[in-house]
């Protein structure tokens, strides 16, 4: 994918998350990881597994970027000091602008909590395509031992439902 493209996208989805979700950093890389695995034939960001689930540094220098070109600025999200990130200019409009909103309406509201839980569980997924659903809530809970085997088990149905729509 083109890097004009790639950053188009991602300042829409920025502009959805202002709309009607979280536009803090987590709910932006999570955001763009489950469109990015279900929408895009190549990944636009690599991701690997950190603190919250999913997390590109890719994507996060790339935010930095925006930030450092005045093409986004930070604001305080709410009193516990979240920060959030704003569009200065709305960007152009994409061929993926519809999926971007169903994803930020799905998404963009949810706890930390339930999306680190889903995209790992995503993660875990599209990693090992080929195990079943025992094997891949053994390795969610390897990595993310504060989740239940339920939640996890919970997350794996919401996974594949996900995968369903998407195909």
Not at 13 to 21: Q, R, V
Request: glycine share 4%; charged share 25%.
């Amino acid at each position: 994918m083109a890097a004009m493209d790639r950053d188009t996208i991602l300042l829409n989805l920025i502009s959805y998350l202002n709309k009607s979700g979280y536009p803090g950093i987590t709910h932006i890389q999570k955001s763009f990881y489950v469109f990015q695995e279900l929408h895009l034939k190549e990944p636009a960001f690599k991701y690997t597994i950190y603190q919250y689930g999913p997390y590109s540094f890719d994507l996060q220098e790339k935010v930095e970027e925006f930030l450092a070109l005045g093409r986004v600025d930070r604001f305080v999200i709410n009193d516990k000091g979240g920060i959030g990130y704003n569009l200065k200019k709305e960007p152009p409009e994409t061929d993926y602008n519809n999926l971007l909103e169903k994803i930020v309406v799905e998404f963009g509201t949810k706890p930390v909590a339930e999306l680190e839980r889903i995209c790992t569980t995503l993660y875990v997924v599209k990693q090992n395509p080929q195990e079943q659903k025992k094997a891949i809530v053994e390795k969610v809970k390897t990595i993310k031992p504060h989740f239940s085997e339920e939640s996890i088990d919970e997350a794996f149905t919401q996974v594949n439902e996900l995968l369903s729509k998407a195909s």
